[in-house]
C-alpha cells in the first residue's frame, strides 16, 4: 500500500508540475506575442507611410506624362515615376500583409515560419524602394532640364546624361556586390547585412519569438 500510495503521489505531482509548466507557457506565450506585435508597430506605421509616398509618386508621374507628353524625357520619365509609385504601394503592401499574418494564436512554429517571410518581404520591398533612386533622383534636375531645353529651343547639357550613367554605374555596382554576397563562403557577413537592413522592430520580434520557442522546447 505505501508504495501503491507513493506512486499516485509522484503521478499526482508530476501532473502538477505539467499544468504549471502548461500555466506557465500560455502566460510567456501571451507576454511575447503580444511584444512581437507591439515590435512590429513601427515597422506597420513605416509602411503606410511608404504607401502615401508611393501614392504621392504615382500621381505625380501620371499628371507629368499626361501634361507634359509633348518633351520626350519628361514623358519617359513620367512613366518611370508611376512605375516606382506602383511598386513602391506593392511592397508596402505585401509587408502589411504580412505583418496582418502575425496572429497571437497561431503555433510557434507558424509563427516562425510567418516572421521570416515577413522578413524577407522586407528585404525585397527594400531593394525595390530603394536601388531605383540610384538613377530616379535625377528626375527632377531632368524635367526642369528638359522644360528649359523645350522652350528655349536648346538641348540637354550632356553632364545630366553623365549624371545618369554613373547612376546607372552604381546601381549595377550594388546589385553586383549583392550578388557576390550571395556566393559560398560569405554566409555571415550576408546574414550580418540582412539583420542590419531587416531593422529593429523585426530584429526584437523575432529575439521575443526566439525566446518563446526556447521555452517551449525545454
Known amino acids: 500500500m505505501e508504495l501503491d500510495e507513493l506512486k499516485q503521489a509522484w503521478q499526482s505531482l508530476d ?78 503592401s505585401v509587408v502589411l500583409e504580412g505583418i496582418a499574418g502575425i496572429d497571437r494564436s497561431l503555433p510557434v512554429l507558424e509563427l516562425q515560419r510567418r516572421l521570416a517571410k515577413l522578413r524577407r518581404a522586407y528585404l525585397i520591398g527594400g531593394m525595390v524602394v530603394g536601388l531605383p533612386w540610384w538613377v530616379l533622383w535625377m528626375a527632377p534636375p531632368v524635367i526642369l532640364l528638359s522644360l528649359h531645353a523645350h522652350e528655349t529651343g536648346t538641348s540637354i547639357p550632356a553632364a545630366a546624361w553623365g549624371w545618369f550613367a554613373s547612376g546607372a554605374v552604381g546601381l549595377v ?40 520557442a526556447r521555452y517551449a522546447e525545454e
Not at 502548461?22 to 512581437?36: S, W
Not at 563562403?185 to 523585426?202: F, I, K, T, V
Open 15 to 92: 501532473r502538477r508540475l505539467q499544468q504549471q509548466n502548461t500555466l506557465q507557457l500560455a502566460v510567456l506565450r501571451e507576454q511575447k506575442t503580444g511584444r512581437i506585435q507591439s515590435s512590429l508597430r513601427p515597422l506597420f506605421w513605416g509602411q503606410v507611410a511608404q504607401i502615401a509616398f508611393g501614392i504621392v509618386m504615382l500621381i505625380a508621374g501620371v499628371w507629368l506624362w499626361r501634361h507634359l507628353h509633348a518633351v520626350t524625357a519628361i514623358l519617359v520619365a513620367g512613366i518611370v515615376v508611376q512605375f516606382y509609385g506602383v511598386a513602391t504601394i506593392i511592397a508596402g
Open 173 to 212: 555596382a550594388t546589385l553586383g556586390f549583392f550578388r557576390w554576397l550571395r556566393r559560398p563562403g560569405r554566409e555571415a557577413l550576408a546574414r550580418r547585412l540582412d539583420d542590419a537592413a531587416a531593422g529593429s522592430s523585426l530584429r526584437r520580434a523575432q529575439a521575443e519569438l526566439d525566446a518563446l
